[in-house]
């Protein structure tokens, strides 16, 4: 009776590492963009991120050999996912920033991505489950409101604001559709953006890039952590699990992005976050439950 239980316990095991690895790779993100970003323009910035992870993603190709799309009407899927999941997304949201949206404003827009993908997802979500996504939204909003500046907003961050959050919305479904292998998906994806993105930085930045440690350590991480190590793992995610969880999982962005503030740059965190913190968690805990019970 042990032996034939304990597969089901190495797989609910594998079930929690993942999106806890998930989680802890995509909010360090935030933390090494801000230090990258005092040495570069955020297109250049991009650019340069996606066209050393296409590089590394391309190479992994040519050792794997995955399958490739057989027509195009995949490519043109694969391409149109990957405009909203890496071009539209990011340089969407580092335009609302640049415009005078708060990085907390911002998250909490970004935050509505689990409500908004509810409801236009087929996953039956129950009434519970309902709660969770209550719950946590409302810990997101207390999380980031003491980071929130009162001051005049153009239309243009805040449009660009909608419109990551469009993007990254849309990219999820998109994605969810792709049926062609995650590997060669993914490096599609990257040339596609690496391209508009080059144009884009070339034309507005002229691609200037000051080149110190800081930037190298900032780059590299932001390459092999975040756009290689958490975006294979965010689409894993995606085609084998509901979209509802999955999204579930931005969450928490905030809050391990806020642990690790205060670990790198000592930003203290105050009641508030941690209540909201508490409030994520007990979201996070009552929507996936259901599944945990089941499996």
């Not at 005092?38 to 590089?55: D, H, K, N, Q, V």
């Not at 976050?273 to 599944?291: E, H, K, P």
């Amino acid at each position: 009776m042990r032996q034939s239980r304990l597969p089901v316990k190495q797989n609910l095991s594998l079930q929690m590492l993942i999106p806890m690895t998930f989680v802890l790779m995509w909010s360090s993100g935030a933390i090494f963009a801000k230090l990258g970003l005092e040495f570069t323009g955020p297109l250049t910035f991009l650019a340069w991120r996606l066209i050393l992870s296409w590089i590394i993603i391309g190479s992994l190709c040519l050792i794997i050999r995955p399958e490739f799309p057989c027509n195009m009407g995949q490519w043109r899927h694969i391409l149109l996912t990957g405009l909203f999941l890496q071009t539209g997304y990011q340089t969407f949201f580092f335009y609302a920033l640049a415009h005078g949206v708060s990085p907390g404003l911002l998250t909490i827009i970004l935050g509505m991505q689990p409500i908004v993908t509810q409801g236009f997802s087929k996953d039956h979500v129950g009434i519970l489950q309902w709660v969770g996504l209550i719950l946590g939204l409302l810990g997101l909003v207390l999380v980031v409101t003491v980071s929130l500046v009162i001051g005049n907003i153009s239309v243009t961050g805040i449009g660009s604001a909608l419109l990551s959050l469009t993007s990254i919305t849309v990219g999820t479904f998109l994605q969810k559709k792709v049926k062609t292998n995650q590997l060669a998906s993914i490096a599609i994806q990257y040339a596609g953006s690496a391209v508009i993105l080059t144009g884009l930085a070339l034309f507005f930045e002229h691609f200037v890039t000051h080149w110190t440690s800081v930037f190298v350590a900032a780059l590299g991480w932001m390459v092999l952590m975040v756009s290689v190590g958490a975006t294979m793992l965010l689409y894993w995610m995606i085609q084998r699990g509901s979209l509802t969880r999955v999204t579930s999982l931005f969450y928490s962005v905030p809050v391990v992005t806020a642990v690790l503030d205060y670990a790198v740059f000592g930003q203290r965190l105050n009641t508030e976050v941690i209540v909201g913190m508490l409030l994520i968690m007990a979201g996070l805990f009552i929507i996936n439950r259901q599944s945990l019970d089941a499996a």
